[in-house]
């Protein structure tokens, strides 16, 4: 499992990096980015599944 960011929803309000910066951190203009190609282990999936519902815009989704 991954994170993904629709960088076209991203408004770059930040709530992913604050709340899980093992998984997202922010490029220069404060939008988020993923960290590496976004897997995520079991125990990380609390912090993924956070993300995604803090994402004012929706711009976070888990995939296979
Ligand atoms: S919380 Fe959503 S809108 Fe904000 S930086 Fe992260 S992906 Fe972008």
């Given at each position: 499992m991954r994170v993904v960011i629709d960088t076209d929803a991203?408004?770059?309000?930040?709530r992913c990096y604050d709340l899980a910066p093992v998984l997202f951190t922010d490029d220069e203009r404060g939008y988020g980015q993923i960290v590496g190609d976004g897997s995520f282990t079991d125990d990380q999936r609390a912090a993924a599944d956070k993300a995604v519902q803090a994402c004012p815009e929706r711009a976070i989704t888990i995939v296979d």
């Open positions: 991203c408004s770059g309000h930040g």
